[in-house]
Antibody, heavy 117, light 112 residues
Framework: EVQLVESGGGLVQPGGSLRLSCAAS????????MHWIRQAPGKGLEWVSR????????NYADSVQGRFTISRDNAKSTLYLQMTSLRAEDTAIYYC??????????WGQGTLVTVSS | DIVMTQSPLSLPVTPGEPASISCRSS???????????FSWYLQKPGQSPQLLIY???NRASGVPDRFSGSRSGTDFTLKISSVEAEDVGVYYC?????????FGQGTKLEIK
């Protein structure tokens, strides 16, 4: 069974940093592109970033470009999102998701990031 | 950026009745490999989103056959042949053709 488990969320002050992790199991992690997608409280879904299988290709939403860094450790089957210079508008549930045929076929339960003083 | 526009945003449905949700993309989602990079998701209350349909009309594993997807040009439709109580939640469309990947605003399906 495919499982994605996010962790690392929490309360952080504006301007602060946080690193999210997504532990994958039940599939060959190194064979899949992976994504981070977020959802602000009561709002819709917003794609944040994607990473290819070996970590050499990354893309970001304009809203996080230059502040967030996606990475992976295939030996640990783990996806990461390093977030810096956090703003109030970054407050959201962050989901990691697997890419399959251009869709997001598996999602984690999400981890909540709250940016507030 | 590709804009995805859903309608309606709210959909009250009587159990056993059919339901239909529309999504329009601002440009073609046809990939050079011949597939259309469009998908539908359902986010049930308090849960993460789950994939329903990919490549505009292919049901994901485990999705009941009362769900179907279709396309006409840049207009996409999700149909539920007979709504059940467990179908409540917010439905999202998404384009997976180019970054930034974009979602529709969401359609909230509720039971009358």
């Amino acid at each position: 069974e495919v499982q994605l488990v996010e962790s690392g969320g929490g309360l952080v002050q504006p301007g602060g940093s946080l690193r999210l992790s997504c532990a994958a199991s039940g599939f060959t992690f190194s064979s899949y592109w992976m994504h981070w997608i977020r959802q602000a409280p009561g709002k819709g879904l917003e794609w944040v970033s994607r990473l290819n299988t070996d970590g050499s290709i990354t893309n970001y939403a304009d809203s996080v470009q230059g502040r967030f860094t996606i990475s992976r450790d295939n030996a640990k089957s783990t996806l990461y999102l390093q977030m810096t210079s956090l703003r109030a508008e970054d407050t959201a549930i962050y989901y990691c998701s697997r890419d399959l045929a251009g869709s997001r076929d598996s999602w984690g339960q999400g981890t909540l990031v709250t940016v507030s003083s | 950026d590709i804009v995805m526009t859903q309608s309606p945003l709210s959909l009250p449905v009587t159990p056993g009745e059919p339901a239909s949700i529309s999504c329009r993309s601002s440009q073609s989602l046809l990939h050079s490999n011949g597939n259309t990079f469009f998908s539908w998701y359902l986010q049930k209350p308090g849960q993460s989103p789950q994939l329903l349909i990919y490549f505009d009309s292919n049901r994901a594993s485990g999705v009941p056959d009362r769900f179907s997807g279709s396309r006409s040009g840049t207009d996409f439709t999700l149909k539920i042949s007979s709504v059940e109580a467990e179908d409540v939640g917010v439905y999202y469309c998404m384009q997976g053709l180019q970054t930034p990947y974009t979602f529709g605003q969401g359609t909230k399906l509720e039971i009358k």
